[in-house]
């Protein structure tokens, strides 16, 4: 009897720990968005390019900042890439509304899908009606998306 109980209590230790271990992975949640509370898949129908890199990553985050704030109002959310890679995406409404739910947030993100779909890019590849924002951003070498209202939820999109 004593031996089930040991195990049972390594068992209920090892699981502790590898929740545990899991969130300290993610050290921007509590600090950026609140905790995740939905999280999906996105199989990429795009592969990384081959000069995908940080740079490449930051430069994209610079470039959408910088169209923000050539528009005459206030932008409705930050976008930014964090990791020791600028692996990880977010984007975080900045507003009550607009990312009130992630409907909302959905939303944005087609709103994104129709921005990439316009560019040089996926007109030169001839992708324009196929891929996505989320394709954009894995041929960039984001490995995840992060969308939050800052304030009650967080959704993570694994790019795969």
Same mark, same amino acid.
């Given at each position: 009897m004593p031996r089930r109980i040991l195990?049972? +209590?390594l068992l209920f230790w090892l699981v502790l720990a590898a929740q545990h271990s899991a969130r300290a992975e993610d050290r921007h949640e509590g600090y950026y968005y609140p905790?995740?509370?939905? @999280? @999906?898949?996105y199989h990429a129908r795009a592969l990384v390019m081959d000069n995908a890199s940080r740079q490449t990553r930051i430069g994209f985050i610079v +470039?959408?900042? /910088? $169209?923000q704030k050539h528009? !005459?109002? +206030?932008?409705?959310f930050a976008i930014f890439a964090k990791g020791e890679e600028a @692996? !990880?995406?977010?984007?975080? $409404?900045?507003?009550e509304d607009s990312f009130a739910t992630l409907y909302r947030a959905r939303g944005m993100l087609a709103q994104m899908t129709a921005s990439a779909r316009g560019s040089t890019l996926? #007109? /030169?590849l001839a992708v324009e009606d196929l891929f996505t924002f989320f394709d954009l951003a894995k041929m960039l070498g984001f490995i995840q998306i992060t969308v939050s209202d800052g !304030?009650?939820?967080a959704h993570r999109? /694994?790019? #795969?």
């Open positions: 195990l049972t +209590a905790p995740i509370t939905s @999280e @999906e898949t +470039a959408q900042t /910088n $169209g528009q !005459k109002y +206030a932008p409705s @692996e !990880k995406l977010i984007i975080l $409404g900045l507003d996926f #007109r /030169n !304030k009650s939820y999109i /694994n790019l #795969r």
